[in-house]
């Protein structure tokens, strides 16, 4: 089964060609970094525009780098929600069209499903159930993979996502947009342990994640530093801040595996790139004998390939939309369209 699958949910228009929610024939995504760069972070509006004006060439890169035409695809999916909502209509008005016009099925995916699912992709012999660390500039989630149309959120953030504060405490570092992966790149060249940095709990929540104190500790530091005309370690700060959050990260994922039995392991998301969670996951996993999984960078970001993966599976449990399906600014993953 070979389903066309459209993305616009933030800054990148992407759209691919999946099969079988395995195999990717082709894949394409159009990047807005450049441009909003300039305003250091993005503009939702911007991004909207953008959608519009890129989506056509988008699809049709598509389907020639896949050798196909629109009448040799079986289903158009698309992400329907969570999102910036001036962004996600962009796509869903777009792909309600091609399915009518087309006389094709519409299959509505969840944004963060489909960032589980860059995994079947990457892994075709991973299968449910396993335990999935989903962090990215607007989620950070433990979620129990039940079944691939299964989910049970186990701990979230209660204020800012994991990717939100290493973008936000790298531009009070001086890196420009996006900040976390130079806050990555700049971590790597010192050793963590000059800053001690704050590890908020969530009282009588273990398995969730606060990372507002955290980011506005950095921030505070930074400013109180140039009050006084102390110099800060900028690498320093960037190794101590990654670890920080690194081992926040870990020490939730390693109590829900205890807790709730799993041995699988699974990361996914934007903040999937950086090279210190990955390696902390790493050493979490050789420790208790788990396995993990997790994606190539190229699907970490957003992206089509892993809508088309997701879309797959909500497609045989039936999860088909009509002409009167809208998009949402957010939505829980265990809830259906």
Request: glycine share 8%; charged share 20%.
């Amino acid at each position: 089964m070979k389903i066309l699958a459209i993305e616009s949910s933030c800054d990148e228009t992407a759209a691919a060609v999946v099969e079988d929610g395995r195999k990717v024939i082709s894949s394409v995504v159009n990047t807005q970094i450049a441009e909003h760069k300039l305003y250091g972070g993005v503009v939702p509006e911007i991004a909207g525009r953008r959608h519009i004006e890129n989506i056509v060439s988008v699809v049709e890169e598509t389907l020639n780098k896949a050798q196909i035409t629109l009448n040799d695809v079986d289903a158009i999916a698309v992400t329907a929600a969570p999102g910036l909502i001036g962004a996600v209509l962009v796509g869903v008005n777009f792909a309600k069209g091609l399915a009518f016009s087309s006389n094709k099925p519409l299959i509505p995916v969840h944004h963060i499903r489909g960032h589980i699912a860059a995994n079947y992709i990457a892994h075709t012999e991973l299968k449910p159930p396993f335990l999935c660390l989903v962090v990215s500039g607007g989620h950070s989630n433990i979620i129990e993979v039940k079944d691939y149309t299964d989910f049970n959120i186990i701990g979230k953030t209660r204020d800012d996502a994991a990717g939100e504060a290493f973008d936000k405490a790298a531009r009070a570092m001086g890196f420009p947009y996006p900040g976390g992966v130079n806050l990555d790149k700049t971590a790597v060249t010192a050793t963590p342990g000059k800053y001690k940095l704050p590890r908020p709990s969530v009282e009588n929540s273990p398995y969730d994640f606060s990372f507002s104190g955290l980011k506005t500790f950095v921030i505070n530091l930074i400013h109180n530093s140039k009050q006084k005309g102390v110099d800060v370690d900028i690498p320093a700060l960037c190794a101590d801040f990654q670890n920080t959050v690194t081992e926040i990260l870990c020490s939730r994922v390693e109590l829900a595996a205890k807790e709730y039995g799993y041995n699988t392991i699974a990361v996914a998301g934007g903040v999937a790139a950086n090279s210190g969670l990955r390696k902390g996951l790493e050493e979490l996993c050789l420790k208790h004998g788990y396995k993990l999984y997790a994606p190539p960078l190229s699907l970490c970001g957003d992206n089509a390939a892993m809508i088309g993966s997701q879309a797959y599976y909500e497609y045989l449990k039936g999860k088909i939309a009509d002409m009167s399906l809208n998009g949402k600014a957010g939505m829980p993953i265990n809830q259906d369209f």
